[in-house]
């Protein structure tokens, strides 16, 4: 069983590396950004509690981030292990992370500050199916339509100048311990992210001496 951490800023492409490595080593990729944003997106109690913070270009509180992942991980659908993206984020999380559970690797995706706000300010999604898109990397063949379904493409409530100088600056605060509390124990490997994503999943994948992507 294999079970990683994966931190990044914003952008560095977290959700991607963890799609990777669980699609080959048949592991469940955790994201809790996602199940926030299913939550936003279904208009829930929690979804709406949720939008008001993100909007606010805040950091959702410990007590209901830590209840979420609970809550998905006590659902043991990860015979073979799991990677999981946007956890921990401060030191608060990190002990109650490395209290429950065991973990093989901490993945820190390095990415400096000016190319995450390039990266960030040109995410697109479509507001009737959801698709990503990025408008640096994966421009849409009509501009500002979804080539899924035609939808509007939109940006995410939190991706403002306004937001993203409060992200980044809440990112380095609270997750500078963490990666210090990880590296005690030495489980951090920390992977340049401005290459391209084939790159850096090679460099992840010979930094954990895990098998080369398929």
């Known amino acids: 069983m294999r079970k990683y951490v994966i931190v990044g800023p914003l952008g560095s492409g977290k959700g991607t590396q963890s799609a990777l490595l669980a699609r080959d080593l048949d592991i469940v990729h955790i994201s809790v950004g996602d199940v926030f944003r299913w939550h936003v997106k279904n208009h829930t109690k929690l979804g709406a509690q949720v939008r008001r913070i993100m909007a606010a270009g805040e950091l959702v509180g410990d007590d209901l981030v830590e209840g979420v992942v609970r809550d998905r991980l006590d659902q043991h659908d990860w015979n073979y292990g799991f990677v999981i993206d946007g956890f921990p984020r401060n030191s608060r999380?990190?002990?109650?992370?490395?209290?429950?559970?065991?973990?093989?690797?901490?993945?820190?995706?390095?990415?400096?500050?000016?190319?995450?706000?390039?990266?960030?300010?040109?995410?697109?999604?479509?507001?009737?199916?959801?698709?990503?898109?990025?408008?640096?990397?994966?421009?849409?063949?009509?501009?500002?339509?979804?080539?899924?379904?035609?939808?509007?493409?939109?940006?995410?409530?939190?991706?403002?100048?306004?937001?993203?100088?409060?992200?980044?600056?809440?990112?380095?605060?609270?997750?500078?311990?963490?990666?210090?509390?990880?590296?005690?124990?030495?489980?951090?490997?920390?992977?340049?992210?401005?290459?391209?994503?084939?790159?850096?999943?090679r460099t992840i994948r010979e930094r954990l001496a895990l098998p080369p992507p398929l």
């Open 93 to 201: 999380q990190a002990e109650f992370f490395l209290e429950g559970y065991d973990i093989d690797g901490v993945i820190h995706l390095d990415l400096p500050d000016g190319e995450v706000r390039r990266r960030v300010l040109a995410r697109r999604y479509c507001s009737r199916c959801g698709m990503d898109y990025n408008l640096i990397a994966d421009r849409p063949t009509e501009e500002g339509r979804c080539d899924v379904c035609g939808g509007e493409l939109v940006a995410r409530e939190d991706d403002t100048e306004e937001a993203l100088v409060e992200r980044l600056r809440l990112y380095h605060e609270k997750t500078d311990p963490v990666l210090e509390l990880f590296g005690r124990k030495e489980y951090v490997v920390t992977v340049d992210a401005t290459p391209g994503v084939d790159e850096v999943q």
